[in-house]
């Protein structure tokens, strides 16, 4: 048997177990968007860490150095934001090839350097290194949450309404627009669908609120599509899950690019990735008053798109049927 035959989450799920017994009964470990350290009464660390490397999370050649020193710190600050955390600090293990430029890393810094000014996430340490292999870029942030309010993905409820905090599948289209090498800077929906996959916002303020919710019964960041992430839900909940395809939040844009190049938009939607929104299960009665209140203060829809079911299994319905996707949600090593 080799690596790709049993995945990330088979691999993750092979080794957890013996650390995951050492773990003291008050500490969160292996299984959730961030570990939860309590820190006194009233406070918990968040610990989360994320790793980028040349040709697998990004192209040089396609995405600004400033763009993806925002970007590799904004997916870390997006597991913050799925636990309803606020971000603390920040720190940064680069490896270089010797021959980059000088003048791509300042950009590459100051584009770290404005998210972290944005968010209040001071980079505090790190530690760099030579690459004989591209760049390799992880940063670990540290942060903080109310131990009464944290969301996990082991809590949600059969029944549970699912919900995302945005529309999906913009940065799975900028992605395919840099992979086919499409002409995008002439048209306004494409620049804006790869801007979209170059820089990514976490939802610090959406997570922040959800976690006061006590409706709120779990939730996560949307790293690998929803087809993929509502599984984690899922197994850390013993639950299964439908997701209605027609409910599956697109923008515009996606639709009209997706209709240009015969792409399958719903498909990207729920497989495409890296949208970095926040996916969470709500108490069905309290739905409606719980969009209504996100929808007052944050001006966009809390978007339903599934309902929790007891069981194992995800299944995707279109009108009423039972139905497919070809393709499903980033798994590295399958
Ligand atoms: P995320 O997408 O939010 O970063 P994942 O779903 O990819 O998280 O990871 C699932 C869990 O496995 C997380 O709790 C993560 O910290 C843990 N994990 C992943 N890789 C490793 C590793 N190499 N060592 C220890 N824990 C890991
Ligand atoms: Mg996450």
Redesign the pocket.
């Known amino acids: 048997m080799n690596l790709a035959d049993i995945g990330?989450?088979g691999?993750?799920h092979r080794?957890?177990p013996q650390?995951l017994r050492d773990v003291q009964d008050n500490i969160l470990?292996?299984?959730?968007?961030?570990?939860v350290i309590p820190h006194g009464q009233s406070e918990s660390l968040l610990i989360?860490?994320?790793l980028l490397l040349e040709d697998i999370h990004f192209l040089r050649s396609k995405i600004r150095p400033r763009e993806l020193g925002r970007k590799s710190l904004a997916?870390n600050l997006?597991?913050i934001a799925?636990m309803g955390g606020t971000p603390l600090a920040a720190f940064l293990s680069l490896a270089i090839p010797k021959d980059t430029l000088v003048e791509w890393l300042d950009a590459f810094f100051a584009g770290l350097h404005s998210l972290s000014d944005e968010t209040a996430t001071p980079l505090l340490g790190g530690d760099t290194t030579q690459s004989k292999c591209g760049i390799v870029i992880n940063i670990a942030v540290l942060g903080k949450a109310h131990p009464q309010q944290i969301k996990y993905?082991s809590t949600a409820r059969v029944g549970d309404v699912i919900c995302v905090t945005d529309v999906l599948g913009d940065s799975g289209g900028g992605l395919n627009i840099l992979l086919q090498n499409l002409e995008h800077e002439t048209d306004p929906d494409m620049q804006y669908l790869v801007q979209t996959h170059h820089n990514p916002t976490p939802q610090l303020a959406e997570g922040q609120w959800l976690a006061e919710q006590p409706s709120v019964n779990a939730m996560?960041?949307v790293?690998?599509g929803i087809d993929?992430?509502i599984q984690?839900i899922m197994e850390e909940s013993k639950v299964g899950a439908r997701i209605d395809i027609e409910s599956i939040p697109i923008s515009s844009s996606l639709n009209a690019t997706s209709t240009r190049f015969g792409w399958n938009a719903k498909e990207i939607a729920a497989t495409g990735g890296e949208d970095y929104c926040l996916l969470c299960t709500i108490d069905p009665k309290k739905y409606d008053e719980m969009a209504n209140k996100f929808e007052k203060k944050f001006n966009k829809p809390l978007f339903r798109i599934g309902v929790i079911q007891p069981g194992e299994l995800l299944h995707y319905y279109q009108d009423n049927q039972s139905v497919d996707f070809a393709k499903h949600g980033w798994n590295h090593f399958k």
């Open positions: 990330e989450f691999l993750i080794f957890a650390f470990g292996i299984g959730d968007d961030c570990a989360t860490t994320d997916v997006s597991d799925a993905r996560l960041d790293s690998d993929s992430d984690r």
